[in-house]
Each structure stands twice: as structure tokens, then as C-alpha cells.
């Protein structure tokens, strides 16, 4: 016998960490594949039991999985911007918002899971809508702090902006219509919509 195999310790190798299946459900996600909570457990040899103590619910599992992706989504944008002052807010913003519209996995999820997506996407008692405003709280506060002054609570300004967003993803009517959009946003946050 090795000395590595004397090392070794006897029964079930160690499960995957919560992280882990987040991650694999994330792949899955961004594959246009639905996330299969079981399938997922198989893979990475966990039980359903210890997912269901982790998340409580598939909803759950995709919110977190969105929401981070959709935290790096802004995140980038927001790197990647190079204005400053009342205009940036609206042109992040409007950015975002066609990055999200534009996203090929969040279109199929949202095609093919429509109610599920909907609950998950614009429920404030779900993970990503609390997070999303309240990244979009954030970049407001920010702008704050360089004199920006909000028509109102850059909390109310982020929450309001957020809801026109999932309207904009769901609406048949007012999908892609970025300048419509555009002119909502400069209205919400009391600039020029230029």
C-alpha cells in the first residue's frame, strides 16, 4: 500500500461546497441549458437535501445564480465607463439595460421560462431585484458624492429605475426601444436625456 493511499481518508470523498454547485449552475445557466437542480447534485455527488438546507428552492438557486450575474454586469459596465456627472448615470444605466436585453441566456431563460423568470427577476421578496437596486443605489450615492442632486431618494430613483427595467425586458411592445428607454431613465433621475 502507498503512503498516499494510507493518507487517504476512508468513506464518501468530501461533497462540493455551496460555491461549487453555484458555479456548475451557472454554467449551466449560461449554456441556455435549464438549471437542474438534480442533475446538478449528481454531478458534483450532493444531495438534494443539502442544496434544499443551502437555498431552500430552485427559485432560489437562479436568483442567486442572476443575481451575481447580474452584479458583474454592472460591475464591467460601470469599469468600463469613462464619464462622469448627472449624463454618466443615464448612459450607465441605458448600458446596462441593453447588456441585460441583449444577454443571450437571460433571453432564453426568460422565453423559456417565463413565469419562473418573471417571479425571479421582479420579485422583491426574491434575491435579484433587492440587489440590483440596491447596486443602483449605489452608482447614484456616488454621483451624489460629485454633486449630483436625485430628483428624489436615490433608493426610490434606483427602485423605480430597476421596475422600468423589468418592464422593458418583459413588455412586447417596449422591447428594444432604447430611446423610449432612455427618455424614461433621463425623466427618473431629472437630467437632459441628450
Do not use: K
Not at 49 to 54: D, E, G, I, P, S
Amino acid at each position: 500500500m502507498s503512503e498516499a493511499e494510507i493518507r487517504r481518508p476512508r468513506g464518501r470523498p468530501s461533497a462540493a461546497s455551496r460555491q461549487q454547485f453555484l458555479d456548475a449552475a451557472t454554467r449551466r445557466f449560461l449554456g441556455c441549458e435549464r438549471v437542474d437542480v438534480n442533475a446538478v447534485c449528481a454531478e458534483l455527488g450532493l444531495s438534494r437535501a443539502t442544496v434544499h438546507r443551502w437555498f431552500g428552492s430552485r427559485d432560489r438557486v437562479l436568483g442567486e445564480v442572476l443575481a451575481a450575474l447580474t452584479v458583474r454586469f454592472l460591475e464591467r459596465i460601470a469599469r468600463d465607463s469613462t464619464g462622469s456627472g448627472d449624463s454618466s448615470l443615464l448612459d450607465l444605466f441605458e448600458a446596462f439595460a441593453r447588456a441585460l436585453a441583449g444577454d443571450r441566456a437571460l433571453r432564453h431563460f426568460i422565453e423559456h421560462e417565463r413565469e419562473a423568470a418573471q417571479r425571479i427577476l421582479t420579485a422583491s421578496d426574491s434575491v435579484v431585484e433587492p440587489r440590483v437596486v440596491e447596486m443602483l443605489q449605489g452608482q447614484i450615492e456616488a454621483e451624489v458624492s460629485n454633486g449630483y442632486t436625485p430628483p428624489a431618494d436615490p433608493e426610490v430613483v434606483a427602485y423605480a429605475i430597476v421596475r422600468i427595467a423589468e418592464s422593458f425586458l418583459y413588455s412586447d411592445g417596449f422591447h428594444g426601444d432604447f430611446t423610449r428607454l432612455r427618455a424614461v431613465y433621463a425623466l427618473l433621475l431629472g437630467v437632459d436625456a441628450g
